[in-house]
T-cell receptor, first 115, second 113 residues
Framework: NAGVMQNPRHLVRRRGQEARLRCSPM?????VYWYRQLPEEGLKFMVY????????ESGMPKERFSAEFPKEGPSILRIQQVVRGDSAAYFC?????????????FGPGTRLTVL | GENVEQHPSTLSVQEGDSAVIKCTYS??????FPWYKQELGKRPQLIID?????GEKKDQRIAVTLNKTAKHFSLHITETQPEDSAVYFC????????????FGGGTRLMVKP
């Protein structure tokens, strides 16, 4: 049973470019969470999605950031016009559908570096 | 929203000693408290968790305690080994539709051989 997959693992962008980060949840999981981890800090919640729906985006910056989880394919976190402050590790987690509380399993992360 | 504080930020122990990391949370409705271990450049790995209907849980050398009244929970690692060296994060969730996690700031544990 493959775990949570993320790609790319490392992404380098120049200021002003766009960054697209992809996450494929564990098989059978329909809930996806994106977290951001700045250097030497803890993880901060960004957005929670189910298939074709954004459930909670309270942690997402209002501008330049967007996320989607289409019916088919991976979840995408998109950052437009990246700035140096966007440099961080972006982790995706998925959880299943049994019961109210789920274990969250994290992907390996995408390390974004903005030059 | 939920706020989770974690202490200490760094902890250095001698191999074989015990290590204790403490967290407090603010939202009394939170009911799930996982602990993650993160090695350098790696993903957070769930090592143990506790739900609010339980006061203590143990798994070999790792134990977690929860005091709901005081709103704090702790991670205890006994007989520490050098491979326990990592950053440990506590988290809390439960009072939201998506059960997203609010993390503490992390504790860098160094176990000296």
């Amino acid at each position: 049973n493959a775990g949570v997959m993320q790609n790319p693992r490392h992404l380098v962008r120049r200021r002003g470019q766009e960054a697209r980060l992809r996450c494929s949840p564990m098989k059978g999981h329909s809930h996806v969470y994106w977290y951001r981890q700045l250097p030497e800090e803890g993880l901060k919640f960004m957005v929670y999605l189910q298939k074709e729906n954004i459930i909670d985006e309270s942690g997402m910056p209002k501008e330049r950031f967007s996320a989607e989880f289409p019916k088919e394919g991976p979840s995408i976190l998109r950052i437009q016009q990246v700035v140096r402050g966007d440099s961080a590790a972006y982790f995706c987690a998925s959880s299943g559908n049994r019961g109210r509380l789920q274990y969250e399993f994290f992907g390996p992360g995408t390390r974004l570096t903005v030059l | 929203g939920e706020n989770v504080e974690q202490h200490p930020s760094t902890l250095s122990v001698q191999e074989g000693d015990s290590a204790v990391i403490k967290c407090t949370y603010s939202d009394s409705a939170s009911n799930y408290f996982p602990w993650y271990k993160q090695e350098l450049g790696k993903r957070p790995q769930l090592i143990i968790d506790i739900r609010s209907n339980v006061g203590e849980k143990k798994d070999q050398r790792i134990a977690v305690t929860l005091n709901k009244t005081a709103k704090h929970f702790s991670l205890h690692i006994t007989e520490t080994q050098p491979e326990d060296s990592a950053v440990y994060f506590c988290a809390a969730s439960g009072n939201n539709a998506g059960n997203m996690l609010t993390f503490g700031g992390g504790t860098r544990l160094m176990v000296k051989p």
